[in-house]
């Protein structure tokens, strides 16, 4: 069964972007059926991935309570990207705001009401991109999600404050009617490994936070990553041999056995309550 994760980080300009867009891709390279969500009205995911698309059905019709309601399907775009699609976002998402406050909390939830089922049966992964901030849209993100990533930019003390404010939010969401929700893991991006710098602050985040906290993955600073989104493209179609890509493969692997190790803990500890039962009732 699928599982959907929000990329977070209110502070801006992190790489919650790049890292929805090519881990979607990294994904789906893999065989993964992959939906992209883009959150943001800032739309670099949508013209990331569907850069020629006329955009009927969005995120702004998809949330606006005014709207009559159409089958999901309608809202879901092929990318130019084998087994990944995405329901894109419009630059007037940002004007609803106003009107989804007005209708809290059905407004908060409505995101979850109408992708959990459909994409828990469809998708292997579904990844939401967000906007730099923890408003409406992130919280309606939020309660829509079972996994939350919050990539941090190294050397930007604002993008680990970034951190801690999310786990913070997280722990709200799950206290206010999304119970499941979990931090998954933080991931550095824009490592430099040959600068003293970069070392450091690696060295510091591993000191702060536990092993199952933090991808082992890091993605390197790579100038290819700005090249292939002003190509509106991912680093895989743009250059596939460059270190951003080889850091993307990688990432994508480690998210695919931490999910298997979660699913091989979860039949364990359902088979030993078996066997638990079992024992009690002769
Ligand atoms: N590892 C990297 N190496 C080089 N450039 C990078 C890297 N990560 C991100 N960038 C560049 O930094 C800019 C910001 O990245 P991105 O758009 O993914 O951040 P964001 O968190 O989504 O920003 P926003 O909060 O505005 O949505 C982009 O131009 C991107 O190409
Ligand atoms: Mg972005």
Known sequence: MGVIIS???????????IVTCNLADALGRK???????????????TSLLIP???????????????EAEEPLSNYIYPTQYGNVSCIPNVPETASLEPKLILKAPDSFLHL????????????????????????TFVICSMYASDFVIVPIKAGSAFSVEGLLKAVQVINDIRNGGNPDLKFLRLLINHIDKRTIISRTIVDQIWTAFRDNQIFKTTIPVNTAFERAESDSQTIFQYEPTSTGARAFRDLAKELID???NLQNNRSTSRRRNNEEKAKYAS
């Open 52 to 66: 020629k698309g006329t955009i009927r059905n969005s995120i702004y019709e998809l949330l606006d309570p005014d």
């Open 31 to 45: 065989g993964k059926r992959v939906l992209v969500v883009d959150m943001d009205s800032q739309c670099n995911s």
């Open 112 to 135: 979850r009401k109408r992708i959990r089922e459909y994409t828990e049966q469809r998708y292997d992964f579904t990844i939401i991109d967000n906007p730099p901030n923890m408003g």
């Open 7 to 17: 990329v977070v980080n209110n502070k801006g300009g992190v790489g919650k972007t």
């Open 258 to 260: 931490i999910f298997a």
